[in-house]
């Protein structure tokens, strides 16, 4: 196990009951609180109003219109909208890009300079952070229990990630009945999304971190055995909730503390959506089991005890290894979601330009060559 | 699954170089600390200097002398003395009882009342809360990772516990090495300690929570893999490391939420302890199987569970039952553990007050009946 520090201070507020307390939840930060939230659904389930039913006793404007895969440019929109009404706090309503978003909202509404700055300078601090907290919409990033959000700059094809102290919700209010109206596609996502979390921090080369390791197990287990259930029956109260809870957990620094942490497929998607809009989760479907087939020798280890423990798989190490491969590959695939990146209309046109910038990341436990990239990329087609 | 609310906001610094850091982390809340520590233990295993050396720079005064099982005078007497100090911080140096102790004096340095109201008034509230953080030297309670303290009255043959916001550590050093010196004896009931913590979470009757029990399995699985090297190899930094973050995962509200907690054996245990001055984890070690032997037809599922799951047990639901049980006891006892009250010279003088007592506290999931309590110590004889 690898030294580690871990601290989350996030309040999560699980269960059917959780949308009756955003009121008291907020009023010890003050009267002014700014809603944001995405492209309107919550308007159609009825979520909008009940959060607005808490929000009545406080003084409350609102921004719709972050987006999937949430743009720096509509970030610096909000600000220049509400600066002026100077929020005590933010409340968003929504999934991982409504909360990525407003992660660099609260960051930048008193900072001086230009938002994007938080994904490029380690060195930019606001004067301070405005606190805030989530109504969570879709179970898949983990957002709502961490610190980090993937920002886009769509004018200059970048998609990175930043994390600050100051952006771990207040409050995350957790109700499973609020995912119940997904669609199966953003079901199968979510479930993608996490199960790919946990696999970035589980297949390591780490040693003695058995801990840690059924930890991730856990949640792995768990999303399998409900993953089905979500999409069939999304109305499943008790597997909405296990999904919920599994994501969350998935990426709130429990899982990665002390172990060494890849995010190699992670990097190689935020790439390649910089270029085309495709859902986050579609693209790490993808290029998760092409990215094992590249690492299979060097994590041989830790793919032999996820095929067996995970996948129940007996044989020789080389088989075990490719039929590990194999299973996470008909895994998503029973999902629902596309295999390949030719089914979502993309070439390789921009690929030497990606596999540069991804060499220049460094990528991976041990980072991955040009060639590992351009075998991956060129795999997914 | 149940509603539930968590949040644990203390930060964990865990590994070889965690000591390095006491002064950094202390420094944003003032000059003057108080150091409180148990019987001087880390005078002779170099805890001590090494905790002074990162203070240097502090105004620093002490308190040695936080007994086992500690008692509110002592905490009283501690908030005499160091009144007048008026600390800014306190680091506690030790293992469950001298954090536990030091969560009543935080609680109660700013109080106008007696510190035993924390035990017995739910509205008790100082002033303010101390700051305080850990240097933990036993891995076994949790303590170092949650807002309870277990505090004797001995005058009153009492030992209750209690709970606040403001008594989680600010931070928390777990550095493997700090218990490398326990004696085997100590080694062997922080085992314990930690197993009883996810037992009293896991067998219980709430229905879905696949994620809660699957990590309630794996801290148990990685206590019994790691348990017989703490006590043969007393320096293997791995087990060590392992058993450390595993008992700060026991009881730091994650396997406990959403579902239905038990605490009867814990019960049970603080009153024999209130009457006979025995290591709390000597008593749980005794007390449990007995038990799981009550409960088990109410629990017959989820021992059915830990019987397969845990212990790899086959055969009929009674068998896997049965067997479970003395698994569970077998266990204990490999690790040279008592496994009777007598063998404490402990005889049944105190029963009758004891299980009325209990009877009236309504202990268990479902709460037990005196005859039932009645069964649980007599067979502990």
């Known amino acids: 196990m690898n030294n580690f520090e871990f601290r989350n201070p996030t309040k999560i507020v699980f269960g059917t009951d959780s949308m009756d307390k955003i009121s008291s939840l907020i009023k010890p930060f003050g009267k002014k609180v700014l809603v944001t939230y995405g492209g309107g659904s919550i308007k159609t389930n009825g979520i909008y109003d009940k959060v607005m039913s808490q929000l009545k006793d406080f003084d409350v404007k609102e921004f719709a219109g972050i987006e999937p895969n949430p743009r720096v440019e509509t970030i610096r929109k909000i600000i220049q ?27 930048s509404m008193h900072y001086d300079g230009d938002p994007w700055d938080f994904l490029v300078k380690e060195s930019a601090e606001p004067k301070k952070y405005l606190p805030f907290g989530t109504v969570l919409t879709v179970a898949a990033t983990g957002s709502e229990m ?78 399998i055995e409900n993953s089905q259930i979500v999409i069939s029956d999304p109305q499943n109260y008790q ?49 998760t089991p092409r990215w094992m087939e590249q690492v299979k020798e060097q994590k041989a280890k830790k793919l032999i005890q996820y095929g067996t423990r995970i996948w129940n798989l007996s044989g020789s190490d ?21 295999m390949s990146l030719s089914d979502w209309n993309i070439d390789n046109q921009h ?16 980072p991955l060559t040009a060639q590992q990239i351009e075998s991956i990329l060129n795999n997914c087609l």
Chains 1, 2 share one sequence.
């Open 146 to 223: 961490n610190n980090g959000a993937v920002i886009t700059n769509w004018q200059e094809h970048q998609k990175l990630v930043f994390m600050r102290e100051g952006c771990y919700p207040v409050f995350s209010i957790l109700d499973p009945q609020n995912t119940f109206s997904l669609p199966k596609e953003q079901s199968a996502y979510g479930v993608i999304d996490a199960f790919s979390h946990v696999l970035e921090q589980y297949l390591n080369t780490t040693k003695d971190a058995p801990l840690q390791d059924r930890f991730s197990e856990s949640i792995l287990k768990t999303l």
């Open 239 to 287: 597997a909405r909730a296990n999904i919920m809870l599994s994501a969350a957990m998935a990426l709130n620094n429990l899982i990665g503390s002390g172990v060494d942490e890849d995010w190699a497929t992670h990097f190689i998607e935020h790439e390649l959506s910089a270029f085309y809009d495709m859902p986050h989760a579609a693209g790490l479907a993808i290029i």
């Open 351 to 366: 690929f030497p330009e990606i596999i540069k910038r991804l060499v220049d990341l460094k990528i991976g436990e041990t």
């Open 318 to 338: 080389q088989e075990i290894i490719d039929a590990s491969i194999e299973k996470t590959f008909s895994f998503f695939k029973s999902l629902g979601v596309k």
């Open 81 to 107: 909208d509400f600066k002026d009404f100077d929020p005590d706090f933010v409340l968003a309503v929504g999934g991982g890009s409504v909360i990525d978003g407003t992660k660099l909202l609260v960051a």
